[in-house]
């Protein structure tokens, strides 16, 4: 196990709606990435989030927001909920200014209806 | 930007064969790739990664291979175990932490 923890472990909403998502990093990790991996595809990046900013995004739209606290755990949101976001969504932390390493999560299984 | 091209989709082998898995990336830039086994349910376990000035590393049954020129690294698995059964992805980063993974590969070991 890496260490990694997120909460809740599956989630189910309806369209339209808001859904936030937490992830507490591994002992000594200062940065937190986040990824959506939709059913039978390679994970996804969202962004990463180092001292409290977000430091590099990919390709999602503003609806996608997150968080990260002093203590390094962090959360997603997604608001506006769409068909399309149902998927598993992991957080992965690291030490940044040494290695990549990137430890994941075991991730939030999200259905939308 | 980066784009990981991962062969073959499905691998199966007897318990006890090799299994190889290739991936392609595009960015010249990349200099880190990371190979995750992903179990039913489970988030990606890192098993071996490679840095750019290394050409080959092994771990126990596990080893990566690396050619910057061809942009081409690959996963080799000796003796397979029913255990290895999972899904790997290889992926690449440029060092700023991002990475960007290939589609997946599913690999059965049959007893």
């Known amino acids: 196990e890496t260490g990694v923890t997120q909460s809740p472990t599956h989630l189910i909403k309806t369209r339209g709606q808001q859904v936030t998502l937490r992830c507490s990093s591994q002992?000594?990790?200062?940065?937190v990435s986040w990824y959506q991996q939709a059913l039978g595809q390679g994970p996804q990046f969202i962004f990463q989030?180092?001292?409290?900013?977000?430091?590099g995004r990919g390709n999602f739209p503003p609806r996608f927001s997150g968080l990260q606290f002093p203590n390094y755990s962090s959360e997603l949101n997604v608001n506006a909920l769409e068909l399309d976001d149902s998927a598993l969504y992991l957080c992965?932390?690291?030490?940044?200014?040494?290695?990549?390493?990137?430890?994941f999560g075991p991730g939030t299984r999200l259905l939308v209806l | 930007g980066e784009n990981v091209e991962q062969h073959p989709s499905t691998l199966s082998v007897q318990e006890g064969d090799s299994a190889v898995i290739k991936c392609t990336y595009s960015?010249?830039?990349?200099?880190?790739f990371p190979w995750y086994k992903q179990e039913l349910g489970k988030g990606p376990q890192l098993i071996i990664d490679?840095?750019?000035?290394?050409g080959e590393k092994k771990d126990q049954r596990i080893a990566v291979t690396l050619n910057k020129t061809a942009k081409h690294f690959s996963l080799h698995i000796t003796e397979t175990q029913p255990e290895d059964s999972a899904v790997y992805f290889c992926?690449?980063?440029?060092?700023?932490?991002?990475?960007?993974f290939g589609t997946g590969t599913r690999l059965l070991v049959s007893p």
């Open positions: 992926a690449a980063s440029t060092g700023f932490q991002k990475l960007v």
């Open positions: 992965a932390s690291s030490l940044a200014g040494t290695k990549e390493t990137q430890y």
């Open positions: 002992s000594g990790h200062n940065t």
């Open positions: 989030y180092y001292r409290e900013e977000e430091n």
């Open positions: 960015d010249s830039a990349s200099n880190y």
């Open positions: 490679i840095r750019s000035n290394v």
